[in-house]
């Protein structure tokens, strides 16, 4: 996962070197905010990984003299907790439908069926209550988008 995780950043740190952006805006954050937001949290995600990483290998090796030398391990098998790939099929799945209906019903539209669709999938069951936040963050995120960073998202059916 820390390979994925760091081939996405080296991506977004190409891509955000590279952006052709005109200088001398309202003074505002700027078109880069948000992406270098996104490759600073990127590349705190690949030094966890990795930190974790290094950590378990030590655990298992230190594991693996224990049981040499006679102890009993406690069961507790790294990377042995299963994949629930129902949750992984639906998210995929919310996903998708967001990419499909982004542009025609709009972002607030779009982005809160992607939100909503998430927590369910991730196993929420207060429906009614997700689907308020889910609206919540994706105006939210629409206000941030339009008023902070000038940056305008879909508007789709509802034209904003």
Request: no cysteine; proline share 4%; net charge neutral.
């Given at each position: 996962?820390a ?15 590279v952006?052709d952006v005109?200088e001398?805006g ?6 880069r905010f948000f992406?270098?937001?996104v490759?600073?949290l990127a590349?705190v ?15 298992a090796h230190?594991?693996v003299?224990?049981v ?8 507790d098998?790294p990377g042995?907790a299963?994949?629930d790939?129902?949750a992984?099929a ?5 996903f998708?439908v967001?990419?499909a209906v982004l542009?025609p019903?709009?972002?607030?539209v779009a982005?809160?069926?992607l939100?909503w669709?998430t927590a369910q999938?991730l196993?929420s069951?207060?429906?009614?209550f ?28 509802l034209?904003?």
């Amino acid at each position: 996962m820390a390979a994925v995780v760091t081939a996405f950043a080296v991506y977004l740190t190409h891509g955000l070197l590279v952006m052709d952006v005109r200088e001398g805006g309202d003074g505002g954050p700027g078109p880069r905010f948000f992406p270098l937001l996104v490759l600073v949290l990127a590349w705190v995600v690949v030094a966890g990984l990795a930190l974790d990483a290094v950590r378990e290998r030590r655990r298992a090796h230190r594991e693996v003299r224990a049981v040499g030398d006679g102890a009993v391990g406690d069961g507790d098998e790294p990377g042995t907790a299963p994949t629930d790939w129902r949750a992984v099929a639906l998210v995929a799945a919310t996903f998708a439908v967001f990419t499909a209906v982004l542009v025609p019903l709009g972002w607030l539209v779009a982005g809160t069926w992607l939100f909503w669709g998430t927590a369910q999938a991730l196993g929420s069951r207060r429906r009614l209550f997700d689907a308020g936040v889910a609206l919540a963050v994706a105006s939210v995120v629409q206000l941030a988008f339009g008023a902070g960073l000038g940056l305008n998202l879909p508007a789709g059916l509802l034209g904003l």
